[in-house]
């Protein structure tokens, strides 16, 4: 008899164990802020195949193109509504110099993009490319200037030479080359990583010199400079408090932080597939470490601006992963798996929890190029698993974000733990409610009780990322394994939602 009560008990346990569960509070009555659409922001370096051969084909291409760029990838983007587009890098931006991306291509001189494989950069595609691009995605464009080896006098006639309506000679240069109107820029980067790639500087060296650049960089007519400052690395809380303290904040209106995702740490990256349950736990656990930085730097930028003025930008994020067995070291492509899928949800959920100051971010990069969105092969090009979480989270574009409060299961290996289940909420303009759950636990699925107190409506719909294993991935030969899904599995009633969560899945479910 005993032994019966032993193996009910260890059955009852198993069983117990198996459905989790976690209660979710969303604060209807306490939205404040908006979730900045730039938040979606995404980045096209001169990185490997991110630009050539991902973006740009050229107009003569037998890929069908929109004035040279993959007509694919244009209408892939259009339809997760891309808000900005950050370039030319990254590293690269630091020793690009605009004016040899401009003017007949075939005239143009070529160079070395020594911080990217050390290939021949011929600047076939340049400003009027890029921007050109932009007009066709309908999204803003957000460049990057040249502090480490350019000048002030070189930036300031870039913003010239784009932006100024009128009779001058970089307005004139301009329209020779085929622009007649200015284009609008408003998202303006003064260097990248001035503190490694963009020129080795002291935080203090680095603020004198974006006092200069950025007093140099005008508006010009109605287009208004959104001027964004180099910032800190990761951690590097001094370097935040330098860029607040030492730059006057009219000069400012973001500072940048970077901040990517490995496996274990930098000198060892880890794989992009083929990885252990210990390493699906290490990378996610290493994603969630965004929470923590956002909230310190944060916390630096309060001390200096409690009004929150002055926006955070994370212009570089993502996971960063050895690169594909037999591709060039420095061009940096990499698989992309539900495992990502996973961390993008995860660190779009932080976002959210921090629309009070993160006002831009932008995922590295945008195709073929650490996390994503596409990878291309000559013509063929497929959409990976972080595309659909972009298209999923689009509903939270500018909605007003809702405060969640969360009981949560805990998900552990190697001896540590996480909280397995993360939540954002919003409400759309259209007055909709649109709840984002991740279940990062990879073995469990959870049974979610979410309390949204007195809202009335329906559960309009749901749809779920998901797929057999958490390196599940899509190929040119199979690419619909991971993607967007129609859930069914939920309820809403007396203000309660019950959904179940599968394990490691993104579900987004809508109110109305
Ligand atoms: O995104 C790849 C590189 O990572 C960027 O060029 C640089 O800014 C960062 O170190």
């Known amino acids: ?23 979710v509070t969303v604060n209807v009555d306490k939205g404040e802020y908006q979730i900045n659409k730039h938040i979606y922001g995404h980045f096209s370096e001169h990185l490997g195949r991110g630009i050539y051969g991902g973006l740009w084909v050229g107009e003569d291409s037998h890929i069908p193109n929109v004035n040279g760029v993959r007509k694919d990838i244009i209408d892939a983007l259009k339809h997760i509504q891309i808000p900005n587009l950050r370039w030319p890098g990254g590293c690269f931006a630091d020793e690009y110099h605009w004016m040899d991306g401009i003017g007949p291509r075939s005239e143009r001189p070529k160079m070395v993009n020594t911080h990217w494989g050390g290939v021949v950069e011929d600047n076939s595609f340049g400003t009027h490319e890029f921007l050109n691009l932009c007009e066709a995605l309908e999204t803003e464009p957000y460049i990057c200037g040249n502090v480490g080896s350019g000048t002030v006098e070189e930036m300031s006639k870039w913003v010239e030479y784009i932006t100024f309506d009128g009779e001058s000679p970089m307005a004139n240069l301009r329209k020779k080359n085929g622009r007649e109107k200015p284009w609008k820029v408003s998202l303006w980067g003064v260097g990248n990583e001035n503190w490694g790639c963009g020129g080795h500087m002291t935080p203090e060296a680095y603020a004198e ?15 208004k400079l959104y001027k964004i400052a180099g910032g800190p690395n990761v951690d590097d809380y001094r370097w935040m408090e ?41 990378l996610l656990e290493h994603g969630l470490r965004m929470d923590e930085i956002v909230t310190k730097h944060a916390e630096v930028m309060d001390k200096y601006d409690p009004r929150k003025r002055i926006g955070m930008i994370v212009d570089e994020w993502g996971a960063w992963y050895n690169v594909e067995p037999g591709t060039n070291p420095g061009f940096l492509y990499q698989q992309n798996t539900l495992r990502d899928a996973i961390l993008a949800g995860t660190i779009l959920n932080i976002f959210h929890k921090h629309a009070d100051r993160v006002r831009v971010a932008n995922i590295a990069q945008l195709v073929n190029v650490l996390q994503s969105l596409f990878l291309t092969d000559g013509d063929k090009m497929l959409l990976t698993p972080t595309y659909h979480v972009f298209d999923m989270y689009k509903v939270h574009h500018d909605a007003t974000m809702l405060p969640v409060e969360i009981d949560s299961p805990t998900y552990s290996r190697l001896g540590r733990t996480i909280q397995s289940v993360s939540v954002s909420a919003s409400k759309a303009k259209d007055g909709a409610i649109n709840v984002s759950f991740v279940n990062l636990d990879p073995n469990q699925s959870v049974e979610i009780t979410c309390n949204l107190k007195d809202v009335k409506g329906k ?54």
């Open 242 to 282: 330098v860029m607040m303290k030492n730059i006057p904040h009219f000069l400012m209106n973001g500072v940048s932080v970077h901040n990517y995702t490995f496996t274990r740490r930098w000198e060892d990256k880890g794989d992009a597939t083929g990885f252990s349950e210990d390493d699906y736990f290490s």
């Open 459 to 512: 559960l309009t719909s749901a749809n779920i990322i998901t797929a057999a294993k958490t390196d599940s991935h899509n190929t040119f030969d199979n690419p619909n394994q991971v993607v967007l899904k129609d859930y069914k599995n939920g309820s809403f009633r007396n203000g309660t939602l019950k959904i179940n969560i599968p394990a490691k899945s993104v579900v987004t479910a809508q109110i109305k």
């Open 209 to 223: 010199h974006y006092r200069r650049y950025a007093t140099y960089c005008r508006d010009f007519g109605e287009n």
């Open 1 to 23: 008899m005993k032994k019966l009560f032993i193996y009910l008990f260890l059955f009852l346990g198993i069983s117990v164990s198996a459905q989790q569960k976690a209660n």
